[in-house]
C-alpha cells in the first residue's frame, strides 16, 4: 500500500485524470498536486497523483554518478602521490 | 518503462557498485525504514552487493506491521455490526487481531471489501446509505493525505454515512525515538515516497541533534545504491546531513497542497508503535471540525480485551535489533500463507520480504 507508482497522464476530467501505467488504465484524482497537462508524469499513490515527476531531475538524478567518479580519481590521484587516502 | 527502467540500468548499478567498493572504509550499518524499501532491496539482492562492511537494517516503516491488534480488534467489532460495511486496503485483511482476522469475519459473513483507494469507499457509500461505510486509514506522510482527501470530498458531497477509522502515524517520531532507545546505526536511508509528501525538512533533527546521515531514496536499484553512496560519502567526510537522492519525486518542500489538507483533517495525537510503544505525537487523529466521519467517535462499539501473540519478535525486528531469520517461528509456525504476526502478512514486512527473496 506504500508503494507508488510513475503513471502517464492521459486523458484529464476536472480534478480527475485517466492514467496508464505501462499500458495498463487507471482512474487518479488529481486533487493533491496542480498544473498537469495531458502527457506528463506522476507519482500515483492509492489513486491519488501526489506529484508530479520532472524529467529534468530525473536526468541529473542519472548523471551525478559522473560527479563521484570524478572525485574517486581525484582521490586515486591523490592517493597515489602521498601514499594515504585522505578521506 | 519510463522512470523505471533506466534506473535498472545494469551498467549503471556495476558502476556505482564499484564506487561504493572504491569510497567505503569504515564500518556502518545503514538502516531503511520504509517498508517498501525493505521490499526492494530483498527483491533485487542489494545486501550481496554491497561490501562487507556495510550492513543493512530494517527499520519501522511498514504501517501494518507497527500498528496495534486493538486497531484490528475495533475493526473486526464493526465488521461483526449488522449494519457495517468495512472498506479497506488488502493489506489488512489477513492480519491476526488479538482472536480473529477481517478475512475470518468476512468468512463468517461480515461484509468486508478490499479497495484500492479511499474513493472506491465512498462510491460504495453513496451506493449504500442505508449503511455506515467504515474505511480502515492505515500508513503514513503518503497515505494519510489521501484520507484526508477523502474525508473533504466526503463533506463536500454531504455524505453522512461515511467513516474513517485512523491508524494513520507520521515517520520521523520513529525514527528519532530509535536512536533515543540506543540502536546502534549511523545514518538512514529514508521514505522516499513519505518525504514526497513531507520534504526534507522533517529530518533535520536527526542529522543535527543527533548526529546521523539521512538521504531519502527511492525504489529502484539504482535509486538505493545512489542512496547508499551518497550516505557513505557523508560518513568517510564525517559529515552527516539530510540529503535528497530521490530528486525527481521528492522537493525539499514536499506537496504544500497534500500537507495542507492533512492539516486541515488531522491533529497529532500520542500513538502506540509495535516495539517503540507509545510515541508523543506520532499518530493522526481526526480533529474536531471533522469528528462526525471519525468512527471512534461515532459508532460506539465493545473491543474484545487484547491478546498479543506469543514468540513472535515482530517488535524487535521492527526496531532493527533481530533479524527475521532470528524468529524460532520464521517458515516453520510462521509463513505467508499462514502468518502469525503482522511482519509476515503485509508485502512491506521485513519477515514477509525475507520469506519471499531471501529464504
Ligand atoms: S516470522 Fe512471524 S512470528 Fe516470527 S517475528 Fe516474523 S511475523 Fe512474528
Known sequence: MCLSIPA???????????????????????????????????????????????????????????????????????????????? | MKYIDEYRDKELVKKLVDQIKKRSTKQISLMEVCGGHTMAIQKFGIPSLLPENIRLISGPGCPVCVSSNSFIDQAIAYSRLDDVIITTYGDLIRVPGSTSSLDKEKAKGADVRIVYSILDALTIAKKNLG???????????TTAPSSAAGILKAQMAGLRNFYLLSSHKIMSPAMEALIDEGVKIDGYIAPGHVSTITGSGIYKNIAEKFGLGVVISGFEPVDLLKSILMLVNQMENNNPKVEIAYTRAVKPEGNLKAQQMMKEVFELADDWWRGLGVLPKSG????????????????????????????????????????????????????????????????????????????
Not at chain 1, 37 to 59: C, N, R, V
Not at chain 2, 131 to 141: A, C, R, S, T, W
Not at chain 2, 329 to 357: I, Q
Open chain 2, 131 to 141: 449503511k455506515k461505510v467504515v474505511f480502515l486509514g492505515i500508513g503514513f506522510e
Open chain 2, 284 to 359: 493522526l487523529k481526526i480533529n474536531k471540525k471533522y469528528k462526525m466521519f471519525a468512527a471512534e467517535e461515532m459508532i460506539p462499539v465493545e473491543v474484545e480485551p487484547i491478546r498479543e501473540d506469543k514468540g513472535c519478535i515482530c517488535g524487535e525486528i521492527l526496531k532493527g535489533l533481530k533479524n527475521p531469520k532470528d524468529c524460532k517461528l520464521f517458515d516453520k509456525a510462521c509463513t505467508p500463507a499462514n502468518p502469525v504476526g503482522a511482519c509476515m502478512v503485509s508485502h512491506e514486512g521485513a519477515c514477509n520480504a525475507y520469506y519471499r527473496y531471501n529464504k
Open chain 1, 8 to 87: 502517464k497522464v492521459e486523458k484529464i476530467d476536472g480534478d480527475m485524470a485517466v492514467v496508464s501505467v505501462g499500458g495498463a488504465k487507471y482512474n487518479a484524482s488529481l486533487q493533491m498536486i496542480d498544473d498537469i497537462k495531458l502527457g506528463d508524469y506522476i507519482l500515483m499513490h492509492t489513486g491519488f497523483a501526489i506529484q508530479k515527476l520532472s524529467p529534468e531531475d530525473a536526468e541529473e538524478s542519472l548523471k551525478i554518478f559522473e560527479e563521484f567518479e570524478e572525485l574517486n580519481r581525484q582521490l586515486d590521484k591523490e592517493e597515489k602521490k602521498t601514499g594515504e587516502r585522505i578521506v
